[in-house]
C-alpha cells in the first residue's frame, strides 16, 4: 500500500513482510522487538533463517522508498546527542519545511543506539527528503520475528501470530481444556485407586480352561441362535415381500372393484331414473285411462235429452203434435243423428253384432234399407203418402230393439247382475 504525501503517492516496498492477525485478520504493531532480538540470535535455527533470507531482504529494502505502513518497528531509542533528533509534531514540521519533504503522519521512527556501521537499522535522510534505511537490522528483525512465529506455531499448533484479543481467546480456551484435562486425570486416578483396592480372585489353570470351554460353548450356541435368527429373518423378509404383493393385487383389485360398483351404482341409479320416469307415465296414463272409461263419446257427440213433450237429441226436436208443429227440418236433422248414432253403435261391435237391416246415415235424408228395398226415413209426408215412411220407421225401431238384445247379452256374458243390464226403458 502506497504512501500519501503532498497530493502524491509514494509506493511501498512489495518485498517487505507485513504481520497480521491469523484469527481476525488484523495488522499487528510490534512494540520492542530488538530487546529480544539478542535472545534468539544465538538460536541456530534462527540463524540459518537468518543467512537464507539476509541477503533477499537487503535487496528488497534498497529497492523500498519508505517503509511500510502495516506495522511500526520501535527499537531503542538514540540519545539527542546523536546527531539526529527524534521527529516531533512540530519539529517535524520545521525540519520538511527545510528540505520541502514531509514524512507521513503514519509513521513513528526511532532510531536504534547504534552506530551505521554495525547494522543498527539507522535512516539517514537524503538530500530529497527520502528515507535511505540501513536495512541489514531492519531485515534481521523480520526475520527473528518470522521465525519466532514459526517455532511457536510448530510447538503450540496454532497459526502466529495473533492479536491481544485473539490471544486472550485463545488463552481462554486452552484454560478450560486444562481444566477439563486435570478433571479427567483426577477421575482416572480415582478410579485406579478404586481398582487397586478391590480384591482380586486369579483362576487357576484347570478353571480358566473350564471357564473358556463354558465360554466357547456358550459362543457357539449364541453363533447358532443368530444363524436361526438370521434364516428366520430371512424367511419373514420373504414372506414380508409375497405379503406386499399380495397386498398391491388386492389394492387393485379393490380399486377395480369400487370402479366396478361406481360404475354399477351409476346405472343403477340412471335405471331407477328412468324406471321412476316410466311409472310416473304409467300413471298418468292410467289416470287418462280412466277418464276415457268413464268417458263416453257417444254421449258427447249424441247427447240425449228431452223438450216438453219431445225427445231431443243434439237438440233437435224427434216428433209433433197437432198442437206444436215442429218443422219438417228440425224432424229430419233429429232422424240423421239417430240414425248416425245407431250406424255407428252396429259398426263398433261387428261382427258380432249381426244385423240384416242396413242403415243409410244421410244427413238430413237417412235411409234404412232391407232386402235390397229403400226406405226414406225423412218427410214430409201426409196422411196418404206416409206409408214408406212408416215403414222406415218401423225398421228403425226393428234394428235398435235387436242392439238391445245384444247389450244385455254381452251383460250377461260379463257376469253384470241382471238388474243392471242393459234394457231400454220403454217397448
Not at 529497492?63 to 520501535?74: C, E, G, K, P, Q
Request: hydrophobic share 35%.
Amino acid at each position: 500500500m502506497g504512501d500519501r504525501k503532498m497530493g502524491r503517492i509514494l509506493p511501498g516496498d512489495p518485498n517487505v513482510h507485513r504481520f497480521g492477525c491469523q484469527s481476525c485478520g488484523q495488522s499487528l504493531c510490534f512494540v520492542g522487538v530488538d530487546t529480544h532480538a539478542d535472545k534468539f540470535i544465538s538460536d541456530p535455527s534462527v540463524r540459518s533463517g537468518m543467512q537464507g533470507s539476509g541477503a533477499h531482504g537487503a535487496s528488497s529494502m534498497l529497492a523500498s522508498t519508505r517503509m511500510d505502513n502495516s506495522f511500526v518497528v520501535l527499537p531503542k531509542q538514540r540519545p539527542q546527542s546523536q546527531g539526529v533528533p527524534r521527529p516531533r509534531e512540530g519539529a517535524g514540521q520545521a525540519d520538511t519545511g527545510q528540505t520541502g519533504k514531509t514524512m507521513e503522519e503514519s509513521f513513528v521512527v526511532v532510531y536504534k543506539n547504534e552506530s551505521p556501521s554495525d547494522g543498527g537499522g539507522m535512516h539517514i535522510p537524503s538530500p530529497d527528503g527520502a528515507m535511505q534505511p540501513n536495512n541489514s537490522g531492519f531485515h534481521t528483525t523480520i526475520t527473528i520475528l518470522k521465525r519466532a512465529f514459526e517455532i511457536s506455531k510448530t510447538q503450540t499448533q496454532v497459526e502466529q501470530p495473533l492479536c491481544l484479543e485473539c490471544m486472550r481467546v485463545l488463552s481462554d480456551k486452552l484454560d478450560k481444556e486444562v481444566e477439563d484435562v486435570n478433571r479427567d486425570i483426577k477421575a482416572y486416578e480415582g478410579c485406579l485407586k478404586r481398582l487397586e483396592g478391590e480384591s482380586r480372585n486369579v483362576l487357576s489353570e484347570a478353571d480358566f480352561l473350564k471357564e473358556k470351554l463354558k465360554i466357547e460353548e456358550e459362543e457357539r450356541r449364541l453363533e447358532a441362535a443368530i444363524k436361526e435368527t438370521e434364516n428366520q429373518f430371512a424367511e419373514v423378509n420373504a414372506e414380508l415381500k409375497e405379503l406386499e404383493l399380495k397386498s398391491v393385487r388386492f389394492k387393485e383389485l379393490e380399486e377395480r372393484y369400487w370402479h366396478e360398483y361406481n360404475n354399477f351404482q351409476f346405472q343403477l341409479i340412471s335405471h331407477q331414473e328412468e324406471r321412476d320416469a316410466i311409472l310416473a307415465k304409467i300413471e298418468v296414463s292410467q289416470a287418462h285411462l280412466e277418464l276415457l272409461k268413464r268417458t263416453n263419446v257417444l254421449n258427447d257427440a249424441f247427447p240425449i235429452w228431452h223438450e216438453g213433450d219431445f225427445g231431443t237429441i243434439n237438440n233437435f226436436r224427434l216428433g209433433r203434435l197437432p198442437k206444436i208443429l215442429v218443422e219438417w227440418d228440425e224432424i229430419n236433422a233429429a232422424w240423421g243423428q239417430a240414425s248416425l248414432l245407431l250406424h255407428t253403435m252396429c259398426q263398433y261391435f261387428r261382427p258380432r253384432f249381426q244385423y240384416r237391416i242396413k242403415i243409410l246415415p244421410m244427413g238430413s235424408y237417412p235411409r234404412i234399407m232391407d232386402n235390397n228395398s229403400t226406405y226414406e226415413l225423412f218427410g214430409p209426408v201426409n196422411l196418404f203418402w206416409s206409408t214408406r215412411y212408416d215403414k222406415a220407421m218401423t225398421l228403425f225401431l226393428t234394428c235398435l230393439k235387436e242392439f238391445a238384445e245384444f247389450a244385455n247379452s254381452r251383460d250377461q256374458e260379463n257376469n253384470i247382475p241382471h238388474e243392471k243390464c242393459f234394457k231400454l226403458p220403454y217397448k
